[in-house]
């Protein structure tokens, strides 16, 4: 994960880093590359049980993916926010 701090200039270096990244952490939140998340829960019934937890953060109904954009990253691809406190809320459970 690449810590993302919004609205600063990235350098090449920087973005270089963030395409090669499995996902980032920006105001406390991690959003995550759909490919990458889709190898750690495999299946669509178990995201479909995160985003009914509401450990998968949504902004529409349709999806469990977010629409952001990050620094170094050309346009506005979709992410799996994942809120780190209902996680955590979950997990001791």
């Known amino acids: 994960m690449v810590v993302v701090k919004p609205k600063q ?3 090449e270096e920087q973005a270089c880093t ?3 990244a499995d996902g ?3 105001n406390g939140e991690i959003h995550v590359k759909p490919d990458r998340f889709k190898s750690w829960i ?4 178990q995201r479909n049980a995160l985003k009914e937890q509401k450990i ?3 902004e529409r109904e349709d ?3 977010v629409e952001r954009k990050i620094g170094g990253i050309k346009g506005k691809p979709r992410y799996y926010a994942i809120d ?3 996680l955590r809320r ?3 459970e």
């Open 9 to 11: 200039k990235v350098t």
């Open 18 to 20: 963030r395409q090669k």
């Open 24 to 26: 980032f952490k920006i």
């Open 42 to 45: 495999p299946t669509k019934r």
């Open 56 to 58: 998968i953060l949504t």
């Open 63 to 65: 999806t469990a993916t």
């Open 84 to 86: 780190v406190r209902a």
């Open 90 to 92: 979950l997990a001791s």
